[in-house]
């Protein structure tokens, strides 16, 4: 029978050759493959789904966990992996949508045995099993998952989704490389072996489903929930590695020295710097709005996710500003995290949302984002001027993102930004009282780090800029007069 069919086959691409054997089929498969019996579109929107489930969940674990994460460049790659989680979800919930007619049932739970997966990766009480159940399980789940559907759908009918499932795999394979350079340098053997029954659990949370894709029989196995026994609770509060020795340290006020006309432009690319590295604590801030405001329609989710990563990336580009200096930024630079503590513990999410637009547009006119490029610009120091130039039209990005989800439940931009002032007004900002408990001395760090690139540069320091020692005590970073209550 099957020798028949291969028979029958090959005389039909005898008879059907291409055009002077040209690629046929738009060079998107071979004739063979394109006559294979594939999936049907019930099959394959009901495939669709459940990948969309994963991508969603794996989006809003990444964003979850990136707050309380200490480590940097964790927290700086869950962001990145959050943003590529939502944009495969937003690229499936497309594809279902050209193939089925609403409701699409995105929102459904596709299979109790996979929430309980998600659930448990969520609750993983430690960055090692996090990182284990997120790199060593649901990723490579869901690559193989994606792999089979290439496998089995037709490539010619169903050619969009082979498309969608190409481009999610290479970002599912960055996601597994780094993710297995960080377990390889975080998880030791003993964290494996003590680990080895949940990570069992997770094995049979997806034998009990079928597979990711449900295409196998399930096992039938009733499973009982571990970590996530309890109900997940988001941590609120950000961490810092132990890079960050001085989180409550507020002695340098970039802003006031940034807008200073009398001191030179070169000095202000290392408060630039320093502003970007600082920008750390949006993404921090972010991720608990994101988690926090449950019920929005997709794109919002999508669309600050984005902004997330954009400000995550700023920090990096602050972190690199620095390395190219010969700034030891980790012994040198307190970067501080009292922004997010304080909006993160002090403030409802839609207040968190209310101050970010506030500050964002604030950033828009003369003074701001043009301000830094034009500095940067004039520092001569070409890799300051191009960060500048990305930051600011990520920002005015960002700017749009706070009028499509934030602007819009207010009557008049006015009223937006007044909601905006009053909530950051009201936000404490303890200055002296951190340093009254012992938190900070509030030690003034800039003259080590003004006189670390001088030498980089090969000048001597000059005496005004290396006396610089004004603080956030009395000036907040927008500008603006801290009001009595800080
Ligand atoms: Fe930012
Ligand atoms: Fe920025
Ligand atoms: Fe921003």
């Not at 409701?103 to 090692?128: M, W």
């Not at 009398?262 to 750390?280: D, G, S, V």
């Not at 004039?378 to 700017?399: G, I, K, T």
């Not at 009557?411 to 340093?435: F, H, I, P, T």
Request: glycine share 4%; proline share 6%.
């Amino acid at each position: 029978m099957a020798m028949l069919f291969l028979l029958a086959t090959r005389i039909h691409m005898n008879t059907t050759a291409s055009y002077r054997n040209l690629p046929p089929l738009a060079g998107l498969c071979s004739m063979t493959d394109a006559m294979k019996p594939g999936l049907s579109v019930e099959e394959c929107v009901r495939r669709l789904k459940r990948y969309h489930y994963a991508f969603k969940r794996l989006h809003h674990i990444f964003t979850a966990r990136i707050t309380a994460e200490p480590v940097y460049e964790l927290k700086m790659a869950f962001s990145l992996h959050a943003h590529y989680c939502a944009e495969h979800a937003t690229t499936l919930r497309k594809r279902v949508g050209e193939m089925r007619e609403p409701p699409l049932g995105l929102e459904v739970v596709p299979d109790a045995n996979l929430e309980i997966f998600f659930d448990e990766i969520l609750a993983a009480p430690n960055t090692e099993e996090l990182l284990l159940g997120l790199y060593e399980r649901a990723l490579p789940a869901l690559e193989q998952a994606l792999e089979q559907h290439q496998a089995d759908t037709n490539p010619l009918a169903d050619a969009p989704s082979v498309r969608l499932c190409r481009f999610a795999l290479l970002e599912i394979g960055d996601m597994v490389e780094t993710g297995a350079k960080c377990i390889a340098s975080l998880v030791d053997r003993n964290t494996r072996e003590r680990t080895a029954n949940w990570l069992e659990l997770l094995d049979d949370c997806l034998t009990a489903a079928g597979e990711l894709d449900g295409t196998q029989p399930s096992s039938g196995k009733t499973i009982s929930r571990q970590h996530s026994a309890k109900p997940y609770q988001f941590d609120p509060v950000p961490r810092r590695d132990e890079r960050f020795p001085d989180p409550y340290n507020m002695a340098v006020n970039a802003e006031v020295f940034l807008y200073d006309e009398n001191f030179p432009p070169a000095p202000k690319t290392l408060m630039m710097f320093y502003k970007r590295l600082r920008e750390i604590d949006v993404p921090e801030m972010m991720a608990s709005i994101i988690t926090e405001t449950p019920g929005k329609p997709w794109d919002y989710y999508r669309d600050m996710s984005r902004q997330l990563w954009d400000e995550a990336r700023h920090a990096m580009m602050g972190e690199v500003g620095f390395t190219q200096l010969g700034v030891d930024w980790p012994k040198q630079v307190m970067i501080n995290h009292t922004w997010s503590l304080a909006l993160n513990t002090q403030l409802k999410p839609v207040e968190r949302h209310a101050v970010l637009y506030f500050i964002e547009q604030g950033l828009m006119p003369k003074n701001g984002k043009r301000h830094e490029w034009e500095v940067a610009q004039a520092s001569h120091n070409p890799l300051a001027a191009l960060f500048q130039d990305y930051d600011w039209a990520d920002e005015v990005r960002h700017a749009r993102i706070g009028r499509d989800w934030y602007l819009k439940d207010f009557a008049n931009a006015a009223d937006a930004v007044r909601y905006g002032d009053a909530c950051w007004s009201k936000v404490l900002m303890n200055w002296e009282n951190w340093r009254a408990q012992g938190l900070t001395q509030h030690r003034n760090w800039w003259p080590d780090v003004y006189r670390a690139a001088c030498q980089h540069w090969g000048v001597e320091p000059d005496p005004a800029v290396l006396a610089y020692n004004t603080s956030y005590e009395k000036v907040r970073a927008d500008l603006k007069e801290l009001t009595g209550s800080a």
